[in-house]
C-alpha cells in the first residue's frame, strides 16, 4: 500500500490550495479515506473523512472552508482548502487503515 501526497506550498491567508494523495496496491472504492494534519509542536489531528459511499465529515474549524473528495477511476482523494487561516499552518497526511503518506507541507503565511 502506498499513499502520496501532493499539493502543499505557502500561500497567503484568504487562498486556496488542493491536495491530492494518489494511492496504489489495494482496493481503493472499498475504503474510508482520511486527511489528517499535524501543527508544529501539536499532535495530529483528523480533518476530513470520506466513506466508500462518498459521506464525509469534517473537524469543526474546517467546516464550510475544506471539502473532502474522491476519484475512483485515479485511485486519489482530494482535499480543497479555501478561507486559508494561519492556523491552518501544518503537514498534511492522507490515511487509509494502519497506513499513513509522508505528509506535504502547508504553510499559510503574508
Known amino acids: 500500500v502506498q499513499l502520496v501526497e501532493s499539493g502543499g506550498g505557502l500561500v497567503q491567508p484568504g487562498g486556496s490550495l488542493r491536495l491530492s494523495c494518489a494511492t496504489s496496491?489495494?482496493?481503493?472504492?472499498?475504503?474510508?479515506m482520511n486527511w489528517y494534519r499535524q501543527p508544529p509542536g501539536m499532535h495530529r489531528e483528523l480533518v476530513a473523512r470520506?466513506?466508500?459511499?462518498?459521506?464525509?465529515t469534517y473537524t469543526d474549524s474546517v467546516k464550510g472552508r475544506f471539502t473532502i473528495a474522491r476519484e475512483n477511476a485515479k485511485n486519489t482523494v482530494y482535499l480543497q482548502m479555501n478561507s486559508l487561516k494561519p492556523e491552518d499552518t501544518a503537514v498534511y497526511y492522507c490515511?487509509?487503515?494502519?497506513?499513513w503518506g509522508k505528509g506535504t507541507l502547508v504553510t499559510v503565511s503574508s
Open positions: 490515511n487509509v487503515a494502519s497506513t
Open positions: 496496491g489495494f482496493t481503493f472504492s472499498q475504503y474510508s
Open positions: 470520506i466513506t466508500s459511499e462518498g459521506g464525509t
